[in-house]
């Protein structure tokens, strides 16, 4: 069975410092993956995706996060964080052949300090 | 708007009482999923339907949970003889391309239910 793991379940950062989220999955079929926020009040919404192409993708509001292959990671990033990135957020995978179900880590709770 | 609505928003109940979750997805959108949500705790999938049919309902818990989807449109959940673990934030969510993958899934707000 397919798992995720978020590492870090809160995080507090003062505006302007760089974040970096770590995620690891375990499936050894092809996957893909996403990460998508939860602002405080609202709805889950897609940050950013992969599924192919260049391991480095953008995403909305400046995040980007990398796929390493070899280290079954997908760890979110943005060199400098606002308060307004305050939210929750949450790394998923599915099967890209098979199950097409997300699986989420629990999350990881930013707190963006002003 | 035109994202995925679900009702009621809130919903608390006496243990033993049924209850019934309902999801409309995006316009257009072929698949749908449950899943729920603890306090505390990731989302865990419950059940996926590609159109009216359910390939995937590995993740209903008991026999007291079980889900309907009419056409490619409206989806219920229905959760029998509700126990205190059913408390829970129940999201439905939806994607486009039947069959592709990789396609997001866009979520509802969730209904937020409580068993006394």
């Known amino acids: 069975a397919q798992s995720v793991s978020q590492h870090n379940h809160h995080v507090i950062l003062s505006e302007a410092a760089s974040l970096e989220l770590g995620c690891n999955y375990s499936?050894?079929?092809?996957?893909?993956l996403f990460w998508y926020v939860q602002y405080p009040g609202q709805h889950l919404q897609l940050l950013l995706k992969?599924?192919?192409?260049?391991?480095l993708v953008k995403g909305i509001k400046g995040f980007e996060a990398e796929f390493i292959k070899s280290k079954f990671s997908f760890n979110l990033r943005k060199p400098s964080v606002q308060w307004s990135d305050t939210a929750e957020y949450f790394c998923?995978?599915?099967?890209?052949?098979?199950?097409?179900?997300?699986?989420f880590g629990s999350g990881t709770r930013l707190q963006v300090q002003p | 708007g035109a994202g995925v609505s679900q009702s009621p928003s809130n919903k608390v109940t006496e243990k033993g009482k049924d209850v019934e979750l309902r999801c409309d997805p995006i316009?257009?959108?072929?698949?749908l999923y449950w899943y729920r949500q603890r306090l505390g705790q990731g989302l865990e999938f419950l059940i996926y339907?590609?159109?009216?049919?359910?390939?995937?309902k590995s993740g209903l818990p008991s026999d007291r949970f079980s889900a309907e989807r009419t056409g490619e449109s409206v989806s219920t959940l229905t959760i029998q003889r509700t126990q205190q673990e059913d408390s829970a934030v129940y999201l439905c969510?939806?994607?486009?391309?039947?069959?592709?993958?990789?396609?997001?899934?866009?979520f509802g707000d969730g209904t937020r239910l409580s068993i006394l």
């Open positions: 339907f590609q159109g009216n049919s359910a390939p995937d």
């Open positions: 316009s257009g959108h072929t698949a």
């Open positions: 499936y050894g079929g092809t996957v893909n």
């Open positions: 992969y599924f192919s192409g260049d391991p």
């Open positions: 998923a995978v599915n099967q890209r052949a098979g199950r097409r179900a997300l699986t």
């Open positions: 969510a939806s994607s486009f391309r039947l069959g592709q993958s990789m396609e997001p899934q866009h």
